[in-house]
């Protein structure tokens, strides 16, 4: 159900009020449903990333990100935590991560263990919300989101910016020999913002 809401932009606010001033979290409570009563709290300033990386809907939130409905880049601490499953090990996610091919270096000193490990510890202190497994192939898709521009990650970028690299990219291919060295370019363009 939620897959179908979020694919189709049918996000109602989570704290929208009944006719006698109730909201779901209200109603949750008052039938003593109080993980649900959480989750309704926690999800009113939500929005369709939040929604998407919660419920593990990675080709929603793809789909979000390439038309650039969505960023997960403006909450991105947040959208880790909801992300990573507390329950298990951080060792066997960033394992997993590898296993699909994400650059995990060992020690702390990575970029991608130190964005993980710190979501894993906030997210570890609620570990009365009701989780997900992890999604690897989600945690990849973020992770991605956070890279600068690259051929790998161009189909992340906004709209805005995947225009701006095809411009870039068809002047220096009109320019023939006197254009750029494509890895000098590719270099430049990883100097565009994300969105």
Same mark, same amino acid.
């Given at each position: 159900m939620i897959r179908f809401l979020v694919g189709h932009q049918v996000l109602a606010p989570v704290n929208e009020t009944t006719g006698d001033g109730r909201t779901p979290a209200d109603l949750a409570d008052r039938n003593g449903h109080m993980k649900l009563r959480n989750?309704?709290?926690?999800?009113?300033?939500?929005?369709v990333a939040h929604l998407c990386v919660d419920n593990r809907?990675?080709?929603?939130?793809?789909?979000?990100?390439?038309?650039?409905?969505?960023?997960?880049?403006d909450d991105a601490a947040e959208l880790f935590e909801l992300a990573i499953n507390p329950t298990a090990s951080i060792d066997d996610q960033l394992a997993k991560l590898r296993e699909i091919g994400v650059g995990v270096a060992d020690g702390e000193g990575s970029f991608v263990t130190r964005v993980l490990t710190e979501a894993y510890t906030r997210a570890s202190l609620q570990l009365e919300l009701p989780r997900l497994p992890a999604d690897a192939q989600l945690l990849k898709l973020m992770l991605q989101t956070l890279l600068p521009w690259s051929p790998e990650t161009?189909?992340?970028?906004?709209?805005?910016? %995947?225009?701006?690299?095809?411009?870039?990219?068809?002047?220096?291919?009109?320019?023939?020999? %006197?254009?750029?060295?494509k890895d000098l370019l590719f270099h430049i363009l990883t100097f565009l913002p994300r969105h």
């Open positions: 989750w309704f709290q926690r999800a009113a300033s939500w929005n809907l990675t080709d929603i939130l793809r789909s979000k990100v390439e038309a650039g409905e969505a960023k997960v880049t161009h189909f992340l970028s906004s709209p805005a910016v %995947r225009e701006t690299v095809r411009v870039v990219l068809t002047a220096n291919v009109a320019l023939g020999p %006197r254009g750029l060295p």
